[in-house]
């Protein structure tokens, strides 16, 4: 028997022994766990299958949920929606609440939400919608948070991210270290470059604002942001530096001494 018929087989009897066990499942009062909610033929029986107990059980106690209107109403209401705070019937989210509704009244206010996750997040897959969905709705536009470096930077569409092969990124698995930032992450530095250019801004009259995230420095640090010198200083745990405010959807950053930092580009 050659490999390919082993496949063959194997792919065969698996399925065989899948469809009888599905079978006796769905017509007998045979239970068993694996095929409480998947069964290889349920979507070919129109009648509802016969459900355990325990899923009966689950099933009686699902509540109704309401959807939210567009303007957000009943996020407002205390233990609705959410329900972070079982003592109080008052909203736990009032003041980012208050926000977009500032924003929607086109008052000047900034807001910044993180969406913390795994990979999924990291390619911006969920969260470049949820951006999308509150640019539109409130206004706004830009990619928003990137960190210096990224695993993914090649999968994620919404920015080309570019740098340097000499960065080291240092994150809680390479074990104890007190700088992590907001990404999670520390950035070490050895005179190296990063570009970002935004993927996600179609108006080419766009006025777009790109600021480094960076922690608290040593002294000030010499960089290059488009070729041009500027000094920048982190005095504080976190430091917000604008570095440019104009059309061009792409920056880049050169360090010209080794650093040792914590910090991002947004």
Do not use: C
């Amino acid at each position: 028997m050659n490999s390919n018929f082993r496949v063959i087989y194997f792919v065969g009897v698996t399925f065989f022994i899948y469809f009888i066990l599905s079978v006796i499942t769905r017509f007998t009062e045979f239970q068993w766990k694996p095929f409480e909610n998947v069964n290889l033929i349920t979507d070919l029986i129109k009648d509802a299958p016969v459900l355990s107990d325990s899923v009966k059980k689950t099933s009686n106690q699902t509540k109704t949920v309401k959807l939210p209107k567009s303007n957000f109403e009943l996020y407002k209401t205390g233990r609705l929606i959410i329900d972070f705070s079982t003592d109080t019937s008052q909203p736990s989210i009032q003041k980012f609440l208050s926000k977009l509704t500032d924003l929607k009244k086109n008052r000047k206010r900034k807001i910044r939400i993180a969406y913390i996750g795994d990979s999924m997040i990291e390619g911006d897959l969920i969260s470049q919608t949820l951006r999308i969905l509150f640019q539109q709705y409130f206004g706004g536009n830009g990619v928003g948070f990137i960190p210096i470096t990224s695993q993914v930077s090649k999968f994620r569409q919404t920015v080309i991210h570019q740098y340097s092969s000499g960065w080291k990124d240092e994150s809680f698995k390479s074990g104890n270290n007190d700088k992590l930032y907001l990404s999670g992450h520390m950035f070490r530095s050895s005179k190296d470059w990063v570009r970002i250019t935004d993927q996600t801004i179609k108006d080419s009259g766009s006025i777009l604002e790109k600021s480094l995230i960076l922690g608290q420095t040593d002294g000030k640090i010499n960089i290059l942001v488009n070729e041009s010198p500027v000094i920048v200083n982190g005095p504080g745990l976190v430091n917000r530096i604008p570095l440019t405010i104009d059309r061009n959807k792409s920056i880049k950053v050169s360090f010209l001494q080794s650093n040792n930092l914590s910090m991002e580009l947004q």
